[in-house]
């Protein structure tokens, strides 16, 4: 986390980084997860990134980026569900240009970042196999995104040997924009007990490795 880090503009203006997120949901030694939520005309300050991380939409708003190192501003407007990989890069701003708020999850894989020790974690990312009846809604060689939709009552199993992963609600039986780890190996009962239908985005980390 870079807050107070002080950094040098082109122009030579002295400028002090914020946070990359308001609020941190879930932190431990594979990934942190922040919460993102700006108002219409709000902007998250300059801030740097040292993870390669994961944005997932829960509220979607017109956006842009602006870059410290004078780029051109980025414009952006994600889709709710949606999932997007970035790279860390250069310091940058996010400032909501809509008339909605924006809110996301942003899911910073530390394995890959500030906890990486010589190559990235072996995952065989090749070898992991798909949740069988589960869309994938995102897929790299690092991670892999599933939709979930259950019903009141339904159940999914995820069988033992699966990879890590990040369970992240977007509405129904928890709290929308609720967030969970579940670490590698272990087997997997997710049940909806309300009696409205659970969303939700299960995001695996594939070079975890099946534990």
């Known amino acids: 986390m870079t807050a107070g880090q002080m950094v040098t503009s082109p122009s030579g203006e002295e400028v002090v980084l914020g946070e990359i997120g308001q609020t941190v949901l879930l932190d431990n030694a594979r990934v942190r997860v922040w919460e993102v939520v700006l108002e219409p005309g709000e902007f998250q300050p300059w801030h740097l990134h040292h993870n390669p991380y994961l944005v997932l ?76 009846g589960l869309p994938v809604v995102f897929d790299t060689d690092e991670v892999r995104a599933y939709g979930v939709d259950l019903g009141p009552g339904e159940q999914l199993t995820l069988p ?17 924009g609720d967030v969970a780890y579940h670490p590698a190996g272990q087997p997997q009962l997710l049940t909806n007990t309300s009696a409205a239908r659970y969303l939700g985005r299960l995001i695996e980390l594939k070079y975890v490795g099946k534990g």
């Open 57 to 132: 939409n829960l509220e979607s708003s017109p956006c842009h980026m602006d870059w410290l190192n004078g780029d051109p501003p980025r414009h952006i407007e994600e889709t709710v569900g949606g999932v997007i990989f970035r790279l860390p890069s250069p310091v940058h701003m996010l400032t909501n240009d809509g008339d909605k708020p924006y809110r996301n999850r942003l899911i910073e894989l530390k394995d890959l970042g500030e906890e990486a020790v010589g190559d990235p974690p072996a995952g065989s990312p090749d070898s992991v196999a798909t949740v069988s």
């Open 160 to 176: 033992a040997g699966r990879p890590a992963f990040v369970r992240i609600t977007m509405s129904g039986s928890l709290p929308d």
